[in-house]
């Protein structure tokens, strides 16, 4: 199931609190900054600095997410098309408490590095890259899973959000065509 909030219902935001809130990442447009905690190692920060030069795929996920659970092999896939000095998996978890995301790794294994929302849906990050369309401009919908894909240059090539049918594999193939090479670990 997908989980899909209404920020500004479920929070009573005011227009204005509304506008406040982070802006989402757009295709075509700069990655937002953001800095979140490595998940195994809670005192190192994760920024958009930690990938400069090459493509990077955030993962937005959660163990109770069954549609981010589905999305496993095509990480791993991704992961054996593209090595990770042209493409970096930075896998977002969205679990509450923490150790319910480090119990899940220790038993699956998922390519890439790891990080941790500590903000949850509704904090800044999920503010700036788990947002989904809604059919009403006043309401704010957030939802797992959530691909975005950044370009070696800083700028968003592509999002899958959770309502989309667009595959991980050829969104990669339509950005790093041409170029397969052996995975390597992150």
């Known amino acids: 199931m997908v989980l899909v909030l209404s920020a500004a ?43 400069e030069g090459r493509y990077v795929l955030m993962n ?10 589905k999305k496993i092999p095509d990480l791993q896939e991704a992961r054996q098309r593209y090595s990770s000095e042209r493409l970096a998996i930075l896998n977002v978890s969205f679990d509450r408490p923490k150790s319910e995301a480090m119990a899940f790794l220790e038993e699956r294994k998922m390519p890439g590095s790891h990080a941790y929302a500590s903000g949850g849906l509704m904090g800044e990050f999920g503010g700036k890259f788990a947002r989904m369309p809604s ?18 240059e800083g700028t968003v090539t592509g999002i899958i959000a959770a309502e989309d049918s667009t595959g991980l594999l050829e969104m990669l193939s339509a950005h790093l065509s041409g170029r397969r090479s052996s995975g390597q670990s992150e």
């Open 60 to 69: 937005l996920w959660a163990s109770w997410c069954a549609p981010c659970i």
């Open 9 to 51: 219902s479920l929070l009573a935001l005011s227009p204005l609190e509304a506008r406040a809130q982070p802006e989402p990442a757009e295709v075509g447009e700069p990655v937002p900054g953001f800095q979140i905690e490595a998940l195994r190692d809670s005192g190192r920060a994760v920024t958009p600095s930690s990938f």
């Open 135 to 152: 059919e009403s401009a006043s309401t704010e919908v957030r939802g797992l899973p959530n691909l975005t894909l950044v370009g070696p």
